[in-house]
């Protein structure tokens, strides 16, 4: 509990973690999993030292919440090509340069001598488009919610400006079929979830009400602290214990029921809902993002006219049981071997919201889920 106390009000952490022990021992003989689904949140459980405080039938499982690592390796082959062959400036976040495709990575791709730039926002990418009017200017729209309206706005004002060298590459992705995915495989048996901040400010927690209610599964949404994902944990087992089954909200003061409604408003504008490929999860429905017809000039997927991307993990990499929470990233025999964070094998050592990239960061701590119940 040091490393815990040394982040967090210690009294308030001792009233949770005694709370979740009590409602811990009601639950004995169980082995309870609950998923985090957030990069963000298995950062905080690793540097606040949650897991160990769980008592010993309390199982804290990592999901599908980093971008980076859901996004196929066959869509990363695809961003390289249009560089290669098609003449196009790839414009992207810094983790996605050092992503392992299926055969190669943007900075495999920029080292043959392709145009690849990093950016911090997609403004930047627009911006790179007003400036070179004779070059397609790509840019890699990845992530969940959170990162779709920046995108979208951009879509908006590169179609009013007639920008028709700024395009982009979609592979935005919806977390609540995400989760559907996970609750519908017997292999899972997730509990509960805490469900992520950040996505959470944007499409609120009312939208959670499927899983609680189609799926029985406590989900509480729970902000970037521990002392938050310790109030979700507990939130949680006590609707187990009380054999209860909604959706709470600790995290007020940043998300609301309805989430951002402007926000909400133009990803509707730009983008239609559409079946996408995850890394690992395989083809879900309704998961993905696409570019409204109307919006078809500014969509380098039709532009080039780009097929659905494979999903295939590099040799020995188990990227795709890890995003799944069947195993730790301690249980891949690559991990800290073969795979490092300076020499990835798999998506989820790139970045550091990546599982595998947050396990070896406090790998000393960690345990495997094998050790456990
Ligand atoms: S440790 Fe490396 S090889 Fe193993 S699952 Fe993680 S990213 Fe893949």
Known sequence: MSTTERHLNPAETRRLVDMLGKAADKLSGRTIKIM??????????????????????????????????????????????LALEENAHITTYGDMVRVPGITISMAEARSKGAAVSVVYTVQDA???????????????????????????????????????????FSAHKRIIPAMQALLEDPELAID??????????????????????????????????????????????????????????????????????????????????????????????????????????????????????????PSGCRCGDVIKGIITPLECPLFARRCKPSEPVGACMVSREGSCSVYYQYRKHAKPLSSKG
């Open 192 to 313: 509960g979830f805490i469900a992520p901040g950040h996505v959470s400010v944007i499409i609120g927690s009312d939208c959670y009400a499927l899983v609680s209610q189609k799926y029985k599964r406590p989900c509480v949404v729970a902000g970037f602290d521990g002392q938050q994902m310790l109030m979700a944990m507990v939130a949680i087992l006590m609707q187990l214990v009380d054999r209860e089954a909604r959706v709470e909200n600790v995290y007020g003061t940043r998300v609301k029921g309805e989430g951002n409604i402007a926000a909400l408003e133009i990803i509707d504008e730009v983008f239609d809902i559409a079946d996408s490929r995850w890394r690992g999860l395989g083809t879900i429905p309704k998961s993905g993002l696409e570019l409204k017809e109307e919006f078809a000039a500014f969509d380098a997927r039709r532009v080039f006219g780009l097929a659905e991307p494979e999903d295939r993990e």
């Open 126 to 168: 627009l911006e790179m488009a007003r400036k070179n009017p004779g070059q397609k200017i790509v840019f890699l729209g990845i992530g969940f919610e959170t990162t779709t309206p920046p995108s979208a706005y951009a879509i908006k004002t590169a179609r009013q400006e007639k920008l028709d060298n700024f395009l982009v």
């Open 36 to 81: 985090e689904v957030c990069g963000t949140h298995t950062a905080t459980a690793h540097q606040e030292g949650l897991h160990a405080v769980l008592p010993g039938n309390i199982r804290l499982i990592s999901g599908p919440g980093c971008p980076v690592c859901v996004t196929p390796g066959g869509y990363i082959d695809q961003a390289a090509q």
